[in-house]
């Protein structure tokens, strides 16, 4: 290669190193994604990924109503109503799935589904769809978190019920919410929610063989399974 070919080559592999990630992961992506946000916390993460610009479909199941939520997002309401939340049982059962939810995967995506575990919607959710992809051989990834110590021992003991029965079921990884303490000390909650949604971005990005591995991450404090 002479010295003139070896300048443009490297001038264009430069470009290509400092494009915003989110050009790379519109250019290059293999598959068509579809994001799903599975209760409050799966939902606040599909409107942080959302704020990557990233060409993909996006919904979140979840109640109640988010009137704020972009008109790409799609919504659909699903849970107890606002005033029951004081009376809803955090505990492992069969949810409803009604004709709504299951008419979002008829497609052929790549359906990235978030959720939050330790609550009743999001995580019965998780279990439940990560049951029904697999069985109708569809192509997904699950990315769950595990709640902060603080929050209880009911909602610790349910998330790890669900994550133990969900041990079958491949390609799904979580992030353990205490690594933010860890981390960062003793933020506030509204801080340690937003860098928990950046961690889950982060997370997907990493099980994507086509994006190199981001150095946020500690890969020994993340729990993959599949």
Do not use: W
């Not at 799903?36 to 704020?51: C, F, Q, R, V």
């Not at 704020?68 to 606002?82: K, T």
């Not at 801080?191 to 889950?200: M, Q, R, S, T």
């Amino acid at each position: 290669m002479n010295r003139r070919r070896a300048i443009k080559t490297l001038t264009a592999l430069a470009a290509v190193v400092y494009l915003p990630k989110f050009e790379l992961f519109n250019n290059s992506r293999p598959l068509k994604f579809h994001f799903i946000g599975l209760g409050g916390a799966g939902s606040n993460i599909i409107e942080h990924i959302h704020k990557k610009r990233i060409n993909a479909r996006y919904t979140c199941i979840t109640s109640p109503e988010r009137p704020h939520l972009p008109d790409d997002i799609e919504f659909i309401q699903f849970g107890p109503a606002e005033h029951d939340y004081h009376t809803y049982k955090v505990e492992m059962k069969d949810l409803e799935i009604t004709d709504a939810i299951q008419n979002t995967f008829n497609s052929d995506s790549m359906f990235v589904l978030f959720a939050g575990f330790g609550g009743t919607t999001g995580t019965n959710l998780t279990r439940q769809l990560s049951a029904m992809l697999h069985q109708k051989d569809k192509k997904f990834m699950i990315i769950y978190t595990m709640p902060f110590k603080f929050e209880g021992t009911s909602r610790n003991v349910f998330a790890l019920k669900t994550e133990q029965a969900m041990d079958g079921i491949s390609n799904v990884h979580s992030f353990n919410l205490e690594v933010i303490r860890q981390k960062y000390g003793n933020v506030t909650l509204n801080v340690a929610f937003e860098k928990a949604d950046e961690f889950c971005y982060q997370l997907f990005r990493n099980n994507v063989p086509e994006y190199s591995t981001d150095p946020l991450l500690n890969q020994s404090l993340l729990r993959n399974q599949g």
